[in-house]
């Protein structure tokens, strides 16, 4: 070899071997890589392993705390069962579970006790076997009820999905009310509860309210039957005192009478108290409805109480809503005594200052009732506040020395609310003591179209009225007051008003004040056309032709008399007036108001003597006292309502001790046409018979006025 071919190959051997050399440094390269991931691969791993083995050792923490949970929580439930299982036994009731097959599951100790002395029953046994038991064995206390009915109506009460309890009654006379439920699954939970003791309690309440009530019924009929007796007396002193009051000599005796009256008036009030409110507790009270105007009617009211006023610095006065009905349905006399009540109250509480009745309302087109607010306002004593709802109560009154010096029973509030509540309404009390109080209620009542009132009857010839007034409240109650009669009113303010209205349209009547009056007189006397005038009270208790406060009756009785021409009427005849009354004063005294009336009187004592009067007689007016002994009023009626057949139509006017709802409906349904309550009136008694006699002048006098504009039933009596 030479030289350069030895120099190729050891340069050969060095190429060689530098490959090699790179070789394994690639190799060496790659080996310590493949090394480093080994080791980062066991480092991994080895991370891995104590993280699984701290979540091996976390699990098996919890895995024992879990094991504890669940035995404390099996403890509890046993200790819960068992409290649970102990309470159920110790229960006086009986629980039973039933499957939803109606097979007994478990029951508690008192529930299988009843069962102690029969057959028996255990878990497992089907509800209609427990059923038998019961009747086989003679467990239950029927009480008449069929064995398979009861049977029947046990098993049918579980097929619904509410179960309504029943009480069933055992041989022991103990009594079990079951009360079952359904459960989620569809069985049956079942409680079986003692209630011997509630029913033997309501047993014993039940006998106690019973004996309570009768004896309250006793009590109310005693007191009934008292205040009426008590009334006949009583009415005898009162009218003869009003007769002996007529007469009296000198302001001695005339003193003494009045004190005699006074007094009997009083006591015939709280009579009349103490049976109103026996018949309200005894349930006999019944409204009687009738269309009415409640305008009018608390005029009247406080006519009523006008002479108790007259002494006291006091105005009363009325408030109506001007845009309010007048004309209601309802019961118009319990109405009266309700406001006679508080007005009475307002009137007797207070010294000085005014009171105010005042009515308000809503009255809805779209409704029939309308909402009324009635309130009656004083300035007086006032009731202490703690004393409010003391006042309704019966037999209440504040006790204290103030109070000493009123007189009254305590009735009147207990009464007047309880006729509120009859009639469906409500009725408080505002008041501050020494400034006043404030009695409201309210009541719905129906609204009556103005047609359905009685329209009352005016003689012919009056249609047109000249009034002559200065007050716009006279004013406004008068307008109403003539439109409801039919009158067309002209309202003047002033004499040369007057006398220009006069001369241009002559009216058929002219209406002025009292003190006016002569001047009027004047006017009329220079004028061309005869007018009959009238005149109205200046102020309450005004002797005038009208009194005051202006009502409807007592314009239109005016009215009647303004156009009574008795010179020229003189009368026909004597009325012949029919009279039975029984007991022998009030014929007294029947008989001496009747004196100086044109009639012929005959008295009888009974219905029976009536009828055999009447028959005879043939009268023109009756008046009947209506407990009488062998045959009452209101049967004396019948009989001659029968008597009469379709003849002419006798008017019977009846004489009542005390006209109770019920009572007056009962009176007028047996033929009698008006009634009249004791203590008769001298007045009221003498407008009967002027009315007979001015019919008869009619009738017999063909120039007379027409018959029917006497009819005095179309006046509210
Ligand atoms: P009486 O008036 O007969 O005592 P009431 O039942 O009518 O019975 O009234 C009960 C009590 O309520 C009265 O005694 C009185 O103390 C009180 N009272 C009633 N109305 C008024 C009033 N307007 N002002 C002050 N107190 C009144």
Redesign the pocket.
């Given at each position: 070899m030479d030289s350069s071919e030895f120099e190729e190959e050891l340069a050969r051997e060095r190429r060689g071997r530098l490959a090699a050399e790179r070789m394994l440094e690639q190799k060496q390269k790659e080996l310590r890589e493949a090394n480093k991931n080994l080791s980062d691969h066991a480092l991994s791993l080895s991370d891995k392993i104590i993280n699984q083995r701290e979540v091996v050792t976390t699990l098996q923490g919890e895995n024992s705390r879990v094991t504890e949970d669940l035995q404390k929580a099996n403890t509890r439930i046993q200790e819960t069962e068992r409290i649970l299982w102990a309470a159920l036994e110790n229960i006086p009731d009986g629980f039973a579970l039933f499957s939803p097959d109606f097979r007994l599951i478990t029951a508690n100790r008192p529930y299988l006790t009843v069962f102690d002395d029969t057959a028996g029953v255990s878990i497992g046994d089907s509800y209609q076997s427990i059923l038998d038991v019961c009747l086989d064995d003679g467990l239950i206390d029927l009480q008449g009820q069929d064995e398979d009915e009861w049977y029947d109506t046990m098993l049918d009460r579980w097929v619904g999905p509410m179960i309504a309890p029943i009480t069933i009654r055992f041989w022991n006379g103990m009594y079990i009310k079951m009360i079952d439920r359904k459960t989620a699954d569809g069985g049956i939970v079942s409680l079986a509860h003692n209630i011997t003791d509630t029913i033997l309690h309501e047993d014993e309440l039940r006998l106690a309210r019973d004996k309570a009530q009768a004896a309250d019924r006793a009590k109310s009929a005693f007191l009934a039957k008292m205040s009426h007796e008590l009334r006949t007396p009583m009415n005898g002193v009162v009218g003869m005192a009003d007769l002996l009051l007529e007469n009296a000599q000198d302001e001695e005796s005339k003193l003494y009478t009045e004190t005699i009256r006074n007094s009997g008036t009083a006591l015939l009030e709280i009579i009349n108290?103490i049976l109103d409110f026996s018949k309200i507790e005894a349930e006999k009270l019944e409204l009687r409805l009738a269309p009415f105007d409640l305008e009018q009617l608390v005029q009247e009211v406080s006519i009523m109480v006008g002479p108790s006023i007259r002494d006291k610095p006091i105005t009363l006065q009325v408030d109506y809503d001007q845009f309010l009905p007048t004309e209601f349905h309802g019961d118009a006399g319990r109405l009266r005594q309700i406001l006679v009540?508080?007005v009475?109250?307002?009137v007797?509480?207070?010294d000085e200052g005014s009171i105010l009745i005042r009515i308000v309302g809503i009255s809805d087109e779209a409704s029939p009732n309308c909402e009324l607010h009635i309130t009656?306002e004083?300035s007086?004593?006032?009731?202490p506040e703690e004393?409010v709802d003391h006042?309704?109560g019966e037999f209440?009154?504040?006790e204290d020395e103030a109070?000493r010096k009123?007189?009254?029973?305590?009735?009147?509030?207990?009464?007047?609310r309880k006729l509120v509540e009859v009639m469906g309404g409500e009725i408080w009390?505002d008041?501050v003591p020494e400034h006043?109080?404030c009695?409201g209620f309210k009541l719905s009542l129906r609204r009556t179209s103005s047609g359905q009132l009685q329209k009352a009857a005016l003689p012919d010839g009056i249609s047109q009225a000249l009034i002559w007034l200065d007050n716009s409240l006279d004013k406004s109650v008068m307008e109403r007051q003539m439109a409801l009669l039919g009158i067309e009113a002209t309202f003047v303010m002033s004499a040369a008003e007057f006398g220009l209205t006069l001369e241009r349209d002559p009216p058929s009547v002219v209406i002025t004040s009292q003190r006016r009056k002569d001047t009027v007189e004047g006017l009329l006397s220079n004028a061309t056309h005869q007018t009959p005038l009238l005149t109205f009270a200046d102020s309450p208790g005004q002797i005038s032709d009208i009194s005051r406060p202006f009502t409807r009756a007592g314009l239109l009785d005016a009215l009647i008399a303004s156009t009574e021409n008795t010179e020229a009427n003189p009368p026909v005849r004597p009325v012949q007036v029919l009279a039975a009354e029984d007991n022998k004063t009030n014929q007294l005294v029947l008989t001496k108001m009747l004196v100086g009336a044109n009639i012929d009187l005959h008295l009888v004592g009974d219905g029976v003597e009536a009828i055999e009067k009447f028959k005879e007689l043939k009268p023109d007016l009756v008046f009947l006292d209506i407990s009488m002994p062998r045959m009452d009023g209101m049967e004396a009626a019948q009989t001659i309502r029968k008597l009469e057949a379709d003849g002419e139509h006798v008017p019977i006017v009846a004489m009542t001790a005390h006209a109770m709802a019920g009572d007056e409906e009962r009176i007028l349904s047996s033929g009698i046409d008006h009634y009249l309550t004791k203590p008769l009136k001298k007045p009221d008694l003498h407008r009967h018979v002027e009315n007979v006699a001015y019919a008869i002048s009619a009738a017999e006098r063909p120039s007379a006025k027409p018959q029917e504009t006497t009819r005095q039933d179309a006046v509210p009596l």
């Open positions: 108290n009540n508080l009475g109250n307002a007797k509480f207070t009656v004083d007086g004593i006032g009731i004393m006042v309704f209440n009154q504040i109070n009123y007189e009254g029973t305590g009735l009147g509030l207990a009464i007047t009390v008041s006043g109080s009695f």
